[in-house]
Structure formats: C-alpha cells, structure tokens
C-alpha cells in the first residue's frame, strides 16, 4: 500500500510518501510545499491544492493521512490551516481517495510509542523506521513522514484485529 501523509500549513506543507508491505516501510518521497506569505491567501491554497493534486497524480497513493488540526491560542492560525487542510482533503477527494485523520497524540503515540513524544524522538523513530541515513528535513517533511507511518501502523493493528 502505498499512503501520502500530510503535516497541513499554509506557508508550509509537509509531504511523505511510504510503501508499506506487510512489516516492511520504505520511503518513496519526501518534501514540502511551499507558498509566500505575500500572496494573497486565494492564491496560496490554489498553489497547495495544485500540488497537492501534482503528487497524487505522481506516485498514486491509496489512501491519504492528514495531521488533524492542533488547535492553539493563535485563532488566526488555526483558520488559516483549517483551510489549508480543506484544499488538501478536496484534492484526495477529487481524486477518489480514502481520507484518514490522525491527532499529534495518535502520531505520536503509532510512531514513538509515547503521546508526549519530544519532536527529535519522532525525527529520529522515522529516520530509524525508514532506514534513512539522516532525519528528513525541513521539520514538516519529517512530520508528514510520521503520519503516514502512524497510518501504517493504525492500519497493521486494525488488520489484525479484524482476523
């Protein structure tokens, strides 16, 4: 199976695509999507849905997971990610994917092991649990790279229990 994960951000997205083969993970690709704060918001997610729509045409994921909104103080930011999630959705969802949704609590957890996981433990787990010679960088690539793992992992256990 192949699965897109997505750490969601307006100037910032975060992608990582894995295989996962039974026990077996391997990254496809990993990168960010990036827009200028100057442009018109309009225009920004335009840009993120056109990627967006690029790398689902590119490497033909099976499913996509998105980092659920983590709400803060900061109202503005959240309303701008909020939006940023939704062109990302609209993009799987014109394509025919299925949607999946996880919390940093849940991508902590699947990839650590432990819900208040440090950020440089969860570089490090993805970096071990891909077998990458260094942790993926920017910060997002690496976090879109946890969730797509943690959908892996979510997915291996619901197998299982299912049997």
Not at 40 to 65: F, G, N, T, W
Not at 68 to 84: I, P, S
Not at 150 to 158: E, G, I, L, M, P
Request: proline letters at 4%; aromatic letters at 4%.
């Amino acid at each position: 199976m192949v699965i897109l994960g997505i750490d969601p951000g307006t100037a910032i997205t975060g992608y990582g695509i894995i295989s996962h083969q039974g026990n077996h993970l391997k990254k496809i690709g990993v990168g960010v999507i990036r827009t200028s704060p100057q442009q018109d918001m309009s225009l920004r997610l335009k840009v993120i849905y056109d990627e967006m729509h690029s790398l689902i045409a590119k490497y033909q994921p099976e499913v996509i997971a998105v980092e659920e909104l983590f709400f803060n103080k900061n109202v503005r930011t959240a309303l701008a990610v909020g939006q940023a999630r939704g062109v990302i959705m609209l993009a799987a969802a014109n394509s025919g994917l299925d949607i999946v949704e996880y919390t940093p609590l849940q991508v902590k957890q699947a990839v650590v092991g432990y819900g208040r996981a440090e950020k440089h433990q969860i570089q490090e787990m993805v970096r071990m649990l891909l077998c990458l010679p260094e942790v993926p960088k920017p910060d997002d690539a690496a976090d879109a790279l946890a969730v797509a793992i943690c959908h892996a992992h979510s997915r291996k256990v619901n197998n299982l229990n299912y049997r």
